[in-house]
């Protein structure tokens, strides 16, 4: 792998882990937080297995970002296909969170709907 390949996996890798820690984003993927530490030094490159993992949770599929190691060009994900990517990553009870926020926004624009007009 090439040093511009190897810069831009490093980005994907940090961009995948958010704002997570090193631990925990390990914790996550089945590996130390030492091998994601040298993942995002660029020292180790992942098996394929953790990169389709990391793939997924930074908003591509595999081959989109094995094509974009290779230097082709990668079409940008819509905000909702990466928002809904992230959810099906998140512990249960954030996304419980996220359910409680979108049903009350509904219940909100059904309850404005039924309000009677003024004459």
């Excluded at 992230?86 to 926020?101: E, G, T």
């Amino acid at each position: 792998m090439n040093i511009e390949s190897r810069e831009k996996l490093v980005e994907i890798i940090k961009q995948a882990r958010g704002s997570m820690s090193q631990r925990a984003f390990g914790k996550l993927l089945g590996v130390s937080a030492t091998a994601v530490q040298l993942w995002e030094k660029g020292v180790n490159v992942p098996d394929t297995e953790y990169l389709g993992k990391i793939a997924s949770r930074a908003g591509y599929t595999l081959e989109e970002l094995l094509g974009c190691l290779e230097g082709k060009p990668v079409q940008e994900a819509s905000d909702l296909s990466l928002i809904l990517r992230q959810i099906n990553h998140m512990p249960l009870s954030q996304v419980a969170q996220i359910v409680q926020a979108g049903a009350s926004r509904l219940a909100a624009a059904v309850e404005s709907l039924e309000e009677p007009k003024a004459s």
